[in-house]
C-alpha cells in the first residue's frame, strides 16, 4: 500500500459517485470540487484550525481522539502512531523503528496503516452497494493478486454500512491485509480503509486497527 493506491482508490471512489449518480441519480446535483484531484498527504505537523487532537479520560490507555467539526468526525487512535490530515480526511500509520513520520516517502513504509476519508455531497440514499461494487472492480484492475476475503453488511458509527476484507500485494511483493468500510450520513460518504503487513504480529496490529474502527463517530 502507498499513496498512489491511496489516490486510485479516491479515483475509482469519485468515478463510481459519479457514474450512479448520472444513472440512476439524476435529480441530485453532486458537490463540485471533491472529487477530481487526488489528496496529497500533507505534514503530520499541519492541523486546520477545525482539527483537534486531545487526551481524555475516555479513551484508552495510550490513546488520543482526533476530532474535526468540518467532517463531522472523531476517532482514537495510539498516541505513538504518525498522524496526517489531508484535504478530504485523515491518515494514521505505524512505521518501522527508526524512520521519520514526517517524511512523505517514508509513510509509504508503514507496518499498518488507517485512512478516513470524508467526501460531501453524496445523497444519504446513494446506492452503497452499487458503489462498493465498482470499488471491488477497479480493484481486480490495479491491486496485485486481489482476494477477496468477505463482501458483506455491517454498521459504521451505528449507521448501515458495506465491508470490504480483502489481500493483496504491492510491487515490492509484500503480502497485505486490507479492510473497507463505508457508510452514508448527512450527504456525505465516509470510508474507513486499513491495511497491515501480514506477520506473526498482525493480531495484536488488527486489534488496535479494530479499536480505531469501534472509537469512529459522526457528529451532526
Same mark, same amino acid.
Given at each position: 500500500?502507498? &499513496? ?5 482508490? &479516491?479515483? @475509482? %471512489? ?10 440512476? %441519480? ?25 482539527? @483537534? ?13 482526533? #476530532? ?6 472523531? /476517532?482514537?487512535?495510539? @498516541? ?19 524512520? *521519520?513520520?514526517?517524511? #512523505? *516517502? ?38 496485485? *493478486? ?7 453488511? $455491517? ?6 454500512? &458495506?465491508? /470490504? ?17 463505508? $457508510? ?37
Amino acid at each position: 500500500m502507498n &499513496i498512489t493506491l491511496t489516490s486510485r482508490f &479516491i479515483i @475509482s %471512489l469519485t468515478a463510481a459517485i459519479l457514474m450512479i449518480a448520472a444513472t440512476t %441519480l439524476p435529480q441530485v446535483a453532486l458537490a463540485q470540487g471533491n472529487f477530481t484531484t487526488p489528496a496529497k498527504i500533507s505534514n503530520s505537523q499541519n492541523v486546520s484550525p477545525s482539527d @483537534s487532537t486531545t487526551a481524555t479520560n475516555a479513551t484508552p490507555a495510550n490513546f488520543l481522539t482526533y #476530532e474535526n467539526s468540518t467532517w463531522g468526525i472523531k /476517532i482514537q487512535y495510539p @498516541s505513538n502512531w504518525v498522524k496526517q490530515t489531508s484535504g478530504q480526511g485523515v491518515t494514521f500509520a505505524v512505521l518501522p523503528n527508526g524512520t *521519520n513520520g514526517n517524511n #512523505e *516517502n517514508n509513510l509509504q513504509q508503514f507496518l499498518a496503516k488507517l485512512n478516513l476519508t470524508s467526501i460531501a455531497g453524496v445523497p444519504t440514499n446513494a446506492p452503497l452497494k452499487a458503489l462498493a461494487d465498482r470499488i471491488v472492480d477497479s480493484y481486480r484492475h490495479f491491486l496485485h *493478486n486481489f482476494q477477496i476475503q468477505s463482501y458483506s453488511n $455491517t454498521t459504521l458509527a451505528g449507521n448501515n454500512g &458495506i465491508k /470490504i476484507v480483502y489481500s493483496y500485494t504491492d510491487p515490492k511483493n509484500t503480502n497485505f491485509n486490507a479492510t473497507d468500510i463505508a $457508510t452514508i450520513k448527512n450527504n456525505r460518504l465516509y470510508v474507513i480503509q486499513y491495511y497491515y503487513v501480514q506477520s506473526s504480529t498482525y493480531q495484536d496490529v488488527l486489534q488496535t486497527l479494530q479499536k480505531m474502527v469501534n472509537s469512529f463517530q459522526i457528529s451532526g
